[in-house]
């Protein structure tokens, strides 16, 4: 079960947007929509930014976006804010009930 | 308001066994709605799926670390706990309990993190 590939680093500029890759196989991201993006300030608890791929839970704002093509999966900001600025991971199903997560990428906001 | 609250050794010598225990407030453990798991982060690398467990105990781990894992629950006690044995340097780590979302599969909680090094 090797980690799913996302960038080691990301930057933008306030107001600007960015988008975050995640790159599985078709046993994980290419075979289910259950990937989950998630926002993790150093020092604190991880929060979930997109689940099921699309969806945004309540509260998280509709800069976030997620969408997927074939074994890639994306997580967009738009209109960059400098409260955006930490790391971001995303996850998918594997099957048979297990999980696997991205090696993370560290956003910047210039 | 749900919380989850890890707690245990923060430092383990090399080829024993880590014991962690997660202590579910404000949530029974119980509801069929979730499962429980744990997740970790070594120093400088991403998140690392460990298991997740369901109220009624049935388990799920992850293939590299099977061997080693094992998670139980006390429903009685609204807890949960992990034991990882033969552990090196390589599992020093922050180690998350969560809870994963049934109907949409996410983790919709953490706990803060607690940090166990391996070291002698």
């Known amino acids: 079960q090797s980690a799913l590939t996302q960038p080691a680093s990301v930057s933008g500029s306030p107001g600007q947007s960015i988008t975050i890759s995640c790159t599985g196989t078709?046993?994980?991201?290419?075979?289910?929509?259950?990937v989950s993006w998630y926002q993790h300030h150093p020092g604190k608890a991880p929060i979930v930014m997109i689940y099921?791929?699309?969806n945004r839970p309540s509260g998280v704002s509709d800069r976030f976006s997620g969408s997927k093509s074939g074994n890639t999966a994306s997580l967009t900001i738009s209109g960059l804010q400098a409260e955006d600025e930490a790391d971001y991971y995303c996850c998918s199903f594997t099957g048979s009930s297990t999980w696997v997560f991205g090696g993370g990428t560290k956003l910047t906001v210039l | 308001q749900l919380q989850l609250q890890e707690s245990g050794p923060g430092l383990v010598k090399p080829s024993e066994t880590l014991s962690l225990t997660c202590t579910v407030s404000g949530g029974s453990i119980s509801s069929s709605s979730y499962y429980w798991g744990w997740i970790r982060q070594s120093p400088g690398k991403g998140l690392e799926w460990i298991g997740n467990i369901y109220y009624s105990g049935g388990t799920y781990y992850n293939p590299s670390l099977k061997s080693r894992v094992t998670m139980s629950v006390d429903t009685s006690k609204n807890q949960f706990s992990l034991k990882l044995s033969s552990v090196t340097a390589a599992d020093t780590a922050v180690y998350y309990c969560?809870?994963?979302?049934?109907?949409?599969?996410?983790?919709?909680?953490w706990g803060q993190g607690t940090l166990v090094t391996v070291s002698s």
């Open positions: 969560a809870r994963w979302y049934t109907s949409d599969w996410y983790v919709d909680s």
């Open positions: 099921e791929g699309t």
């Open positions: 078709s046993s994980d991201v290419g075979s289910y929509n259950l």
